[in-house]
């Protein structure tokens, strides 16, 4: 039988239970059948901006964001006619909308009172957007959105002293501090130069001179050798803190250097007002940031170096040392924010969905920028495949309608249904932002930018001398057409518009690398690439794309599950010798239903392939630091093991050109960085092809 609690004297239930109903720590709503409120206690006017009154009577419907208002509605009716209880937490993450107009993300409990004799239901709702994990996953999207920024800054920007004064406003944004800022080691090493920074106090201007002596705090970690956290000025001992800090109100400060050749060349430091504010995150990002940055200082002196080199030869020579790491940064900060957009949380948080979408849009981009420095060196890895280039173009232009000036009107002459071309999509797409983006500086008043596309069944006798097979001039290629009424081209501006590294745009606005990234991806496709264009007439760039031998259907990726690509239970040995790209290609293995295991290097996999675990798979990076190559790895395994399938991965695609024609052709290629689609679509089709029947 039911307990009956014991009161105090003179007081009766009913007054306990309407206190206990206005103290409860959670939002509750007392609601009739019809969804109308009848009772709301302090905490729901406060989560959700109203008044008790103003609650009183509302609709539970007007809390609903108007998206999903009609499936609310429809879930709210059924659960009238079948009421039960609903813990807390079981069910998926939902937002409320608030009476401004803002969002929250709640979980919510039902208890229907029907049982006892009431026709009401009472709804308890928790806040949960300030849940510590929900605050580290849009921190890390935040931090994953400005390391892509200034990974696109890197490689458009050339003045080397505007990225500089860029990277402390990044710095400072991505962590919400005061202060940030970049110093740079003389020649002589006795001292720093201040080259950049914000909120910089008195003493530290930009150009001033810092000691490198160990009683500096830039001097001291260039002592140390390695990042130095303080946690508060007022109890640092290791080097002597400036009166300034103090007098600024700054109190703790991460600072990590950049390196040279394994060589410290200078730091980036941020600062706060706040104690102990930097930690393991905080650290993690400053160290992705200064490598990026101290990439591009590398670049930036491997160019003046190469300045009496052929003008193709040196992006080859720059980009070998770049492009590796910098691919193994994208593929940790990609495969991050995949493993975001899965959280429930994210998925139920509007504003983190979107913050997660610009990460990964802003770091695919820094992806696509890279690729330009292997483009017109025709030393890029191409995935070519059917594409539909209606479908292309129509996406081309929704896009660009929306980022381009407003004064620039887009038009789309549809081709027609089925027109295919034989090439790398992601390469065909950004072949033609390039080609827009020249569009538009070149009407700077507004004008019109037009796509079209028909199929040649020949070459037009003035491009086929640019084709290095002879034998497909007689083949069918679609003509693409971009055409702008910008300024036009003169005829000695139009010779060398395709050469790399000439710009007519100021210094510091454009790299020269775009229309020669676009001629070197049409050449290394087969195809041709031909400009029109007259002073005051406007301008024509028009690629020739070989069509597909058949046509095919185009693949949508967006309809394919990867999660149920590969058969369940493949045995794959991962071979990384990045630590962290490991830990992400590892995540995607396992969400594709795969068992794993790791080795950082060549030898470590050897030792795990003479167990008694069978793999079906190795997947391994070609370049394994001063480890045997993956390649080399690869062919060991091979020879003892036959029928292990292989698939070799790189960031550097002359390593994958090199291994695609130097290693056998029943082994698979993968570049840096992939999404998990393109992993399990690179093993399903080595699986397939192999016919290993696992």
Known sequence: MPITPALPSGTDEQTVFRLLFSAYPDALLLTDHAGNIVLANQMAAVLLGYSIEELIDLNVDCL?????????????????????????????ELTAKRKDGSEVMVEIALSPLQDHGLPFVVAAIRGIGAYPRVKEAIQRARYSEHLAQFGRLAVDVRDMQALLDQVPAIAAAALQVETAMVVLLEANRDEFRVASGVGLVLGEEVGAYISSNPST??????????????????????FTVPSAYLEAGLVSAMAVPLFDSGRIIGTLAVRSHEPKRFGDEELRFMGSLASLLSTSLQRAQTEEALIHVQRMESVGQLTGGIAHDFNNLLTVILGNLQVLED??????????????NAATRASRRAAELTGKLLAFSRRQMLLPSAVDVKALLQSMADMLQRTLDQNIHIELAMPPTGLQVQVDPGQLESALLNIAINARDAMPAGGTLCFSAEIHDTLPPWVRHQLDDPSTHG???????????????????????????????AAGRGTGLGLSTVYGFVKQSKGAV?????????????????????????ADPG???????LPRGLCVLLVEDDPEVCKIAQTFLETLDCVVTTAANGEMALRALGSDTRFNLLLTDIALGPSMRGTELA??????????????MSGFSAELLDADRDTPSSWGLLRKPFTRSEL???????????NTGV
């Open 635 to 648: 062919a060991q395994a091979q020879h003892r093991f036959p029928e292990l399938a292989i698939l070799l």
């Open 343 to 356: 959280l429930s949380i994210i998925a139920g948080d509007s504003q983190a969905s979107q913050r997660v």
């Open 64 to 92: 609903v964001p108007d998206a999903i208002r009609p499936r609310h509605a429809a879930y709210r009716n059924a659960y009238s006619h079948a009421p039960i209880p609903r813990p807390m937490g079981t069910h998926m």
């Open 559 to 565: 309809n394919r599950d990867d999660r149920h690509a």
């Open 680 to 690: 399990a679509q690179a093993i399903a089709n080595l699986l397939s092809e192999r």
């Open 530 to 554: 031909a400009i029109d264009s007259q002073p005051g007439a406007g301008t024509t760039v028009t690629l020739y794309l070989p069509c597909p031998l058949e046509m095919s259907p185009v």
């Open 475 to 505: 083949e069918p290629f679609v003509a693409i057409r971009v055409t702008d009424t910008g300024t036009g081209m003169p005829n000695a501006v139009k010779e060398r518009a395709f050469e790399p590294f000439f710009t007519t745009k």
């Open 217 to 238: 705090s830039p001097g001291f970690l260039l002592l140390q050798g390695e990042p130095v956290i303080i946690m508060d000025y007022h109890t640092e001992r290791r």
